[in-house]
């Protein structure tokens, strides 16, 4: 894994902060901003009034001169992300500096947010539960840090919130540490031995990846699962299970469409992956078939709806062998669409925990400049309705959430699940 992922919804245009905007400038962008986004989204004001959007910009540009340029960003995204669209949102992490991370990196799991990776001279923290920060509860640093994402869901927080806790700089703002160093209250919740408090310093420079550690399961039973292919596929043999992972709407056809040849020679071929699929469900030994969503953050929905539409209508798939759709808090936008394409078949069992996105959800985004912050604005040209209800997630048939212990334990729950059955 990577240190720190930060390559996530809020369009990250950078690694190091940039130069210092006037004064003037950032009235200019303000000014801009107020003009330009709500003639380009679909539906800007669905949620909140157009005087409610106008009167908090003057507010900020009223306290310009007090602020520096992070501090203004994160103002203009906490109002960009209480509009009610998560799909729109500013690129204000490119002030921070990452070069002061706090060294370790959390993940939510079902009993709470553990630390999964850390500096060398931090790996005893690996595996334990967060309960703390300098004092104060895991919830209240929750709650503030949440300010920045438009809670459509649970599920939302829990895939983004621990990426914010390692901003230092974040943390500061909300006045959750007020100088380098932090004090993390951690359990180890396993074991049950007593909550103890652990002095962290934030460096001045960002360590090398190699200086990181992973949490190591004990051992990998899903040494198949890639999360780093666009799509891929896995025969269990003992299992007679057929896996299917779908991590990204996208593909080399895809690019070709927009015109990105070079790109295109890049990314692999959805036309053959897919007759590589159909042909292989032509195979007398499988008896299930698993079509994994769980890491799928969108694209383009039609690549894969016409694709369920074919795996459905499959001889094999026709006679009654189940199909298992595992979903998850990163199943999220044209992936959400995916797996409402699955929902109108009645041997189709969702599988995990819920979804990010929204059956009827803002998407297809477009992006414009500020022109002196230069902080990139995506926003949503369409509004996609799939259900005639307001449901805020997808919901799985049979809920199942990854402990600390089976991650420790190198278990996929859920894989597991669809085993016995």
Known sequence: MKYFILAIIFFISGTCLAQSVTEKQWLEDIAYLKKELPQKHYDLFHKKSRNYFNSTLDQIASEVS??????????????????????????????????????VQFHWLKEGLFVIQSTKNHQNLLGLKLLKINDIPVQVVIDSLSTLLTLDNTAIGKRDIPQLISLSQLLRYFKIVTNDSIFLDLKNTITGDAINSYLLVIPNERPDNNDFV????????????????????????????????????????????????????????????????????????????????????????????????????????LKGIPVFVLIGRKTYSSAIINVMDFKKYSNVTLIGEETAGKPNHFGEVRKFTLPNSGLTVGYSTKYFQRTSGNENTIKPDVEILLSISDFVKGIDPLLEYVIGQ
Request: hydrophobic share 30%.
């Open 66 to 103: 007090n602020l520096d340029d992070l501090t203004i960003a994160i103002k203009l995204q906490q109002l960009i992300s209480s509009l009610g669209d998560s799909h729109t949102n500013i690129s204000w992490a490119k002030y921070i500096d990452y070069k002061k991370l706090v060294p």
């Open 214 to 317: 992973q949490l190591k399961s004990e051992k990998n039973t899903i040494s198949f699962i890639n999360r780093d292919k666009l799509f891929h596929s896995h025969y269990m043999t003992d299992e007679k299970l057929y896996y299917i992972q779908y991590n990204k709407c996208w593909s080399k056809e895809l690019e070709i469409q927009h015109n990105n040849g070079k790109n295109a020679e890049k990314l692999p071929s959805f036309t053959e992956f897919e007759e590589n699929v159909l042909n292989e469900l032509k195979n007398d030994s499988i008896d299930k078939l698993v079509f994994d969503l769980r890491y799928n953050s969108g694209g383009n929905s039609l690549q894969g709806t016409l694709f369920i539409e074919k795996i459905m209508r499959h001889p094999k798939i």
